[in-house]
């Protein structure tokens, strides 16, 4: 394997040469293009609760934990029964693949009408903490021989606990390979203001506003987000400014008066995290007598735990009944043909681009000292590279 110091907005790191990567590559002519759809994932039944958390308590891109391995492995062990019993609520497994691999079928029939020049488009999923595994996908993407291939996040909005997780899974894939690759891969890190993501988001607000009372004054909008912790923000990563930048965007399309806030949910352990978490938020509307309330999952564009059972039984159902409210939420935006064909535009936009890597994705948290964080970012630049030199 060869080695090369590559120049660019990072400092310092090292990373593996465009040439080397993309082995193969260069005088091979995309004929099709592959289309990576990148998400944490879950556990499609109850035996996979387990391997799932275990997975998600051993990345150090999400947390730093002293001994990580086994204290991991015994967090994992001693959260899956409670976890278990969450996914038995909602019908024994999380729907995400399920719906993800319509959301990618979808998708990639539109890329086929939109941009024939880049047809034919193929689907692959690629999970971090659930099967498809990442890694299995893109093994997988190699015996297929693709040649051209979109690394698509579908976290809508950038953290380096969740997209930058995937992406280093990437790396250390292509790091762990011995022999080079032949696919001329791209990254389509963030998408927080495409205009059909957000107005799926719009109808979906829509669907649930006539069924308000409609003598009570307008319902309170609260758009919910997974949370993150204060030490991940504070170290500048961009999520909670592009959630915001996502929800001023709906508001202003939606046209309304509605009064409406950003909250936080899912925290989990005792350190701070962004608030205020949806639970504090809905107790405290409760108190102001603000009784109608639609929650709105602005960070999940396909149904899962945290929409099914968190904000709709926790929130919607459980906690309602115990503060006096009316909860009604917002369905995420799944196959919702404005989300599908917003997805689309946003594929073939980077295609036509041709830059594989943007600026926002190759710099580093202004005070992150993370190894790993500047590995990565250095071998992003290298497929920058490459492209500019085709
Ligand atoms: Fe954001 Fe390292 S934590 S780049």
């Not at 319509?102 to 941009?115: A, F, H, N, R, V």
């Not at 949910?265 to 809905?282: H, N």
């Not at 906690?319 to 909860?327: F, N, R, S, Y």
Request: charged fraction near 20%; hydrophobic fraction near 35%; aromatic fraction near 8%.
């Amino acid at each position: 394997m060869r080695w090369a110091l590559t120049p660019g907005i990072i400092g310092v790191g090292w990373g593996l040469t465009g040439r080397q990567f993309f082995a193969g590559g260069r005088s091979a002519k995309p004929y099709s293009t592959a289309v990576l759809l990148l998400n944490m994932g879950g556990p499609a039944e109850l035996g996979e609760v387990g391997p799932f958390l275990h997975r998600l308590f051993q990345d150090r891109d999400i947390m730093q934990l002293p001994m990580q391995t086994q204290v991991g492995a015994w967090l994992a062990k001693r959260r899956t029964p409670s976890i278990r019993a969450k996914y038995a609520e909602i019908g024994g497994g999380s729907p995400i693949l399920k719906w993800t691999k319509i959301q990618g079928d979808l998708l990639c029939k539109e890329l086929d009408s939109l941009s024939p020049s880049t047809a034919p488009h193929k689907p692959y999923v690629g999970f971090r903490y659930a099967n498809p595994l990442t890694r299995s996908t893109l093994e997988e993407m190699e015996r297929d021989g693709v040649k051209r291939a979109v690394a698509f996040s579908q976290y809508p909005q950038y953290s380096c606990a969740t997209t930058g997780s995937s992406i280093h899974e990437i790396h250390k894939f292509y790091m762990d390979k011995k022999e080079s690759s032949s696919i001329k891969w791209s990254v389509l890190d963030r998408w927080g203001t495409n205009p059909g993501f957000v107005a799926a988001v719009v109808e979906r607000i829509k669907e649930q506003l006539p069924h308000f009372p409609q003598n009570q004054g307008p319902p309170v909008i609260l758009f919910s987000a997974h949370s993150l912790p204060m030490k991940t923000v504070n170290r500048g990563d961009p999520y909670p400014v592009e959630v915001s930048a996502t929800v001023e965007l709906v508001m202003k399309t939606l046209g309304s008066t509605y009064p409406y806030r950003l909250v936080w949910q899912s925290k989990v352990g005792p350190i701070p995290w962004l608030r205020p978490s949806t639970e504090e938020a809905i107790k405290g509307l409760a108190a102001k007598k603000l009784r109608n309330i639609l929650l709105v999952p602005i960070a999940f564009v396909n149904e899962h735990i945290e929409t099914l059972h968190e904000m709709d039984i926790e929130y919607g159902s459980d906690l309602a009944k115990q503060v006096g409210v009316t909860i009604r939420r917002a369905q995420a935006p799944n196959d919702h043909p404005f989300f599908i064909k917003g997805m689309a535009e946003c594929v073939v936009n980077h295609l036509r681009e041709d830059v594989a890597v943007s600026p926002q994705l190759l710099m580093t948290c202004p005070l992150c000292t993370r190894e790993t964080c500047g590995k990565t970012k250095m071998w992003l630049n290298t497929l920058n590279s490459f492209n500019q030199k085709q």
